[in-house]
């Protein structure tokens, strides 16, 4: 018996070593010899640009800091001191940042809340048309410009506005007026309140949430869940100890992203809210109608030290520890 | 006998397919129960069946008596060891088999002990620190056996459970889970699609196809007395002789089986049938003997077992095969 590939096997034997065909061969043996190699010379210019660029502007933010500025010149003087990390410290100043990091956790919090039962539908009830449904949705504010979003947002939260509209039509006006009421949190319209802020930047970051929620929560296998309920748990005892837990790693990740991008927006508190300032209002003023830029750097600073610390306490927390 | 598990005419459709269609089922307590079938015949969805992740779309499913249908799983005192083990990565070892006992609000100390007691059991003694990603894959399936056992389940369901091992290990598991069943007297029931295994570790064997019940019985009646030709062709290792074959060698008209042991190889002429030897396969404790035999067109060889110590046959030589007439086994031709 002899098969046509057998027979082509008898008649002219194909060679078992194939020569180099090129300069792209020899890179491709190259490459092979040498994994690494393709990998350092992918990652090489985008870490240089990195290094520079990135790490380069900040710690020249950070030296900026240490500079101070003469009050009666208005100019900067290049000696090093201590007098505008000082300043940062006062109480007007620290009533920023405690303002902005309650804001950014408020936020987070929030977002988190919101977030979970969509990720969570998402990545386990979801499939075909549904997911994709979901991406779109989840994905199409982003889409849109993010000044025009706030506007609108300031126009849906205005005193004659659309909230204050249907609140009147379905006679829930005693219930917006008793929100409007609450102390700090409230004022003379949602759109001039804590609460207005809030609501738009959990508007405009809860994409940054569900994504890598949903990403964590695609990955905990089904059978977690059924051995968790195969063992006696209920519902919410395999939520609170398997779930969450396997999920963690994405609810760090998406807070990092809504707690980070609250810290540092200077635009949506300048359009909807109080007059109060938050950090990014004040670095973006004094560096530009104030003209001072070492206390606008040591003000830049503050967002990349309070991550770093949540960073850290994340990970002490165990955040990282299903990665 | 008390019945651990009974399916009455149970039936589980998705749509259109139907996993488990018109099952009727019984387990005895106490029994090492195996569900055979080729993969996609509904085992799986059987035994989930019993653990409560599937409701039937008709039918009732009792556990000791009472009727199950609609309690969910964490309400069955019923334990599965899954077939990926489905530990809990972010827990140690010791916290993965605490878990059964931590959710029905065990106290702390007892549940450290009975989790050390168990871990003994399964021969994973100071294992308790570790994290499951630290362990091999028959380490892991002793944890997950354990998890389960914890509980005291009245019934253990298992599924693959040694499907993800290498032999060497699996063999090794196959005595150990036959053993550990022995000595808590908890009824198992596993599902495998390797017929070895469960005719090795089973004292009943259901055989599934399709999502239907096409035979239970002891491992022996399963091998010996196929009820169906598919029967006979999945338990495997069977002379399955279609009716002209049949016929041809004596019998009626019909499927009919014949063990490759019950045939002896004779000389040409002194057997019922002649034929010709037309490949040998060396098993170690015999050899297998193909001998195609004058016959219908397309029929398969009949195959003869020869023993160690009995010098098989030449490749080409003409034999003779003989057989008792007991040993020729009429089935449905399903
Ligand atoms: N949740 C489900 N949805 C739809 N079809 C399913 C589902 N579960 C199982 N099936 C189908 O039911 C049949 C039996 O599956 P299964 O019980 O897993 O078989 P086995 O364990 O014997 O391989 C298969 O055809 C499978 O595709
Ligand atoms: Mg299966």
């Known amino acids: 018996m002899s098969t046509p590939a057998a027979t082509a096997r008898a008649g002219a034997a194909l060679p078992v070593l194939l020569a180099p065909r090129g300069a792209g061969d020899r890179l491709t043996a190259l490459f092979w010899r040498r994994p690494g190699l393709l990998a350092a010379l992918l990652v090489a210019p985008p870490l240089l640009w990195l290094a520079v660029v990135y790490l380069g502007s900040l710690a020249a933010l950070l030296l900026q800091s240490f500079y101070s500025i003469d009050e009666f010149s208005g100019l900067v003087q290049r000696d090093f001191t201590l007098k505008t990390w000082a300043e940062l410290f006062s109480p007007a100043n620290l009533d920023i940042i405690l303002r902005t990091v309650t804001m950014a956790a408020a936020v987070t919090l929030g977002a988190a809340v919101l977030a979970f039962p969509i990720a969570y539908f998402a990545a386990r009830h979801a499939r075909g048309r549904w997911k994709a449904l979901f991406y779109l949705g989840v994905m199409l504010p982003l889409w849109s410009s993010y000044l025009v979003k706030v506007y609108a947002w300031k126009l849906i939260l205005a005193r004659e506005g659309i909230v204050t509209w249907a609140a009147e039509g379905v006679g829930a006006s005693a219930v917006l007026n008793a929100v409007l009421a609450l102390p700090v949190i409230g004022g003379n319209s949602l759109s001039t309140s804590y609460l207005g802020t809030w609501l738009v930047f959990l508007y405009v970051w809860l994409p940054y949430m569900i994504l890598p929620m949903q990403a964590a929560l695609e990955r905990v296998p089904a059978s977690m869940l059924e051995a968790a309920a195969d063992l006696g748990a209920s519902r919410w005892q395999a939520f609170r100890s398997v779930i969450l837990p396997l999920a963690l790693p994405g609810v760090i990740a998406g807070s990092i992203f809504t707690f980070s991008l609250t810290l540092g927006d200077y635009i949506i508190p300048q359009i909807v809210g109080t007059s109060a300032r938050f950090i990014g209002q004040a670095v973006y003023q004094l560096q530009g109608t104030a003209g001072n830029v070492p206390l606008a750097a040591a003000f830049a600073v503050v967002p990349i030290v309070i991550m770093l610390v949540y960073l850290r306490i994340a990970r002490r927390m165990g955040a990282f520890d299903a990665l | ?334």
């Open chain 2, 1 to 334: 006998m008390t019945l651990a598990v009974e399916f009455e005419n149970v039936s589980r459709h998705f749509g259109a397919v139907r996993a488990v269609d018109g099952v009727d089922m019984a387990i005895p307590e106490g029994a090492f129960f195996a569900m055979l079938g080729p993969s996609g015949s509904g085992k799986t969805t059987c035994l989930r069946l019993i653990s409560g992740f599937e409701t039937p779309t008709a039918g009732t499913i009792r556990i000791f008596g009472q009727d199950a249908g609609r309690v969910p799983p964490n309400r069955r005192n019923v334990n599965t060891v899954f077939q990926d083990y489905a530990l809990f990565p972010h827990m140690t070892v010791q916290q993965n088999v605490e878990y059964g006992l931590m959710v029905k609000g065990i106290d702390r100390r007892t549940r450290a002990r009975r989790a050390g007691e168990m871990l003994g059991l399964v021969q994973l003694d100071g294992f308790g620190p570790r994290r499951p990603g630290e362990l091999s894959g028959g380490q892991r399936q002793r944890v997950a056996l354990a998890r389960a056992l914890v509980n005291e389940p009245r019934v253990l369901l298992l599924d693959e459970p040694l499907g993800a091992l290498d032999l060497k290990l699996r063999e090794a598991m196959q005595d150990e889970l036959k053993a550990l069943q022995h000595r808590l007297g908890i009824t198992f029931v596993f599902v495998t699609h390797d017929q070895g295994e469960a005719l090795s570790m089973a004292d009943r064997v259901a055989v599934f196809s399709a999502g239907r019940l096409v035979q239970v019985g002891s491992p022996a009646e399963v091998y010996d007395r196929p009820r169906t030709r598919f029967v006979a062709d999945f338990v495997g290792s069977s002379n399955v002789l279609p009716p002209a074959l049949a016929a041809r060698l004596g019998g009626p008209a019909q499927w009919a089986s014949l063990r490759p042991e019950a045939v002896r190889i004779v000389a040409p002429g002194a057997g019922r049938i002649d034929g010709r030897v037309v490949a040998l396969r060396f098993l170690g404790a015999g050899t297998r003997v193909a001998v195609a035999v004058a016959g219908p067109a397309g029929a398969p060889p009949v195959v003869a077992f020869a023993p160690a110590g009995q010098p098989p046959p030449a490749e080409g030589s003409p034999v003779g095969l003989h057989w008792a007439d007991a040993a020729l086994h009429l089935m449905e031709g399903e």
